[in-house]
């Protein structure tokens, strides 16, 4: 069974970048849909962006300040967020996505980072 | 963006059937996919293409989807059910939309 886990530094300081790392066990990262998502406090889930058989696509109103990689020997996914502000502050999911024929869910979550945007 | 509407709250009884809504303009045309969140814990997923349920989940926990408004629909409400319930939709023109989240609260 798949398992991910989101690791990096809790705290960052406005305008700085927000760097995570999703790191999966159990199954290959190869041919799978593999996102980021975020949760505010007392909010709902907002995707931010997957990467796809070697592509990226993004949330359009994060795209100009995210990018994701995937080192496939490594077996991880990172997101990068640059010029973080407090709205920026939430929970991290990186997450596992089921591509069919005519819909996306997510079947694996890592229990989820958060992240404080404070100086 | 895709709006997709859900109440900020639903209370039950045990016992009682709880139902959870997810609003959104010809939602019946579309997938929805829905996910459990327990406190302090990451979504998990319950039922999927409107009507799926991953292993491991109760036949308890079924859906239906038409017009403009799909439904969890919890029967025989148990405590270990109280959580959030979040609604998902994907489509290739919005994207991925999420509901704003229900809080399913055992009485």
């Known amino acids: 069974q798949v398992q991910l886990q989101e690791s990096g530094p809790g705290l960052v300081k406005p305008s700085e970048t927000l760097s995570l790392i999703c790191t999966v066990s159990?199954?290959?990262?190869?041919?799978?849909?593999w996102s980021w998502l975020r949760q505010s406090v007392g909010r709902g889930l907002e995707w931010i962006g997957r990467?796809?058989?070697?592509?990226?696509k993004f949330n359009p109103s994060l795209k100009s300040r995210v990018n994701m990689s995937v080192d496939t020997s490594q077996k991880q996914f990172s997101l990068k967020l640059s010029s973080v502000t407090a709205a920026d502050t939430a929970v991290y999911y990186c997450?596992?996505?089921?591509?069919?024929?005519?819909?996306?869910?997510?079947?694996?979550w890592g229990q989820g980072k958060l992240v404080t945007v404070s100086s | 963006s895709y709006a997709l509407t859900q109440p900020p709250s639903v209370s039950v009884a045990p016992g009682e059937t709880a139902r959870i809504t997810c609003g959104g303009y010809?939602?019946?045309?579309?997938?929805v996919h829905w996910y459990q969140q327990r406190p302090g814990q990451a979504p998990l997923l319950v039922m999927y293409?409107?009507?799926d349920r991953p292993s491991g989940i109760p036949e308890r926990f079924s859906t239906s989807n038409s017009g403009t408004m799909a439904t969890l629909t919890i029967s025989r409400v148990e405590v270990e059910d109280e959580a959030d319930y979040h609604c998902?939709?994907?489509?290739?023109?919005?994207?991925?939309?999420f509901g704003g989240g229900t809080r399913l609260t055992v009485l």
């Open positions: 997450a596992r996505g089921i591509v069919g024929r005519t819909s996306i869910y997510f079947d694996s």
């Open positions: 159990g199954d290959s990262i190869s041919s799978y849909y």
């Open positions: 990467f796809y058989t070697g592509n990226t």
């Open positions: 010809d939602i019946g045309s579309k997938r």
């Open positions: 293409y409107d009507s």
């Open positions: 998902h939709v994907w489509d290739s023109n919005n994207g991925h939309s």
